[in-house]
């Protein structure tokens, strides 16, 4: 079983649950995190409520990576120090602040929500995924979307009952 992380359609800048874009959720005293290379700040790129993740789990992960130089900064090497994540715990209510310098936000902010596919690997899950009659995809023209995001929190509900 693969777990993917599943656009839902966008969300407020400071929305509390998973996302990618808008502004992290911190506890008051945590400072923006630089990269080591550039020494710029890191672009905020997702927080994940491990609650969402994995049901009875508690925390906040929140993922930066740089982009102030593209390719320069090894920002997909787990050691460099291009990038970082972060756990927060039931403090991390307050949006910090945004740094004046360098790439720091994406542009628009999207909700998450979780699909389990069955599978073995992300590839494999992607393209089932993608497959489905009705699965949403952020290509697909806005009829369509919408079609396949009512039909996505349909099957949502009748999961919970
Ligand atoms: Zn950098």
Redesign the pocket.
Known sequence: MVTLLIYAGPAAADASGTRTGGVRLTPPEFEWPR??????P?QFLAQICLADADPGSTGLLSVFM????PG??E?WDAAT??NSAFVFGSDATRAAPVPDDGVTLLDETSAIGFAQIEGYDYLGARDRWTARPVGPCRSAWPGRWSAGVAAERRDTRLRRL
């Not at 990269?35 to 710029?40: D, H, N, S």
């Open positions: 990269c080591r290379e550039c020494e710029g890191m740089c982009q102030n130089e320069l900064c920002e120090g291009g």
